[in-house]
């Protein structure tokens, strides 16, 4: 294991993947990315979106609040990166390929069954999706 991404978010499961994560980077010298998708809402085609999930104050937070979690382990080489895009799941495979990951940790946000039939869930399309190994921290 040499480059693992861990995708986050202002969730709490978040924080236990960034954990994760950075526990596995510690023992293996591998690399860590921590990454915010930060989706675009409203309109169909990227110029038609009317807003982004996060403003940058807040996503520069909850980057900030991820890599604490993952340094509290010990974890020394950790970077923090964001991406736009308005499907997250596809954005963290693609990134994940693109960039030559070899390991994905994402969190679960645990969602009822009726939620995750109607918004789906980003950590089972990331595992259906990945290039890579996924582990899905609880």
Do not use: F
Request: with cysteine; glycine share 8%.
């Amino acid at each position: 294991m040499n480059k693992i991404l861990c995708p986050v978010d202002d969730c709490e499961p978040t924080k236990v993947a960034a954990r994760l994560a950075g526990t596995l980077a510690a023992a293996t010298g591998a690399d860590l990315t921590l990454l915010a998708v930060n989706e675009m809402i409203g309109g169909y085609m990227r110029r038609d979106a009317s807003a982004l999930l996060w403003s940058p104050s807040q996503l520069s937070a909850l980057l900030d609040e991820a890599k604490a979690a993952a340094t509290s382990t010990g974890a020394e080489k950790i970077e923090t990166a964001s991406i736009e895009s308005r499907d997250v799941a596809r954005a963290i495979s693609q990134y994940a390929e693109q960039n030559g990951y070899d390991h994905i940790v994402i969190g679960s946000g645990g969602k009822g069954a009726v939620k995750r039939m109607v918004l789906g869930s980003v950590s089972a399309d990331v595992v259906n999706r990945a290039p890579c190994p996924v582990t899905v921290a609880r």
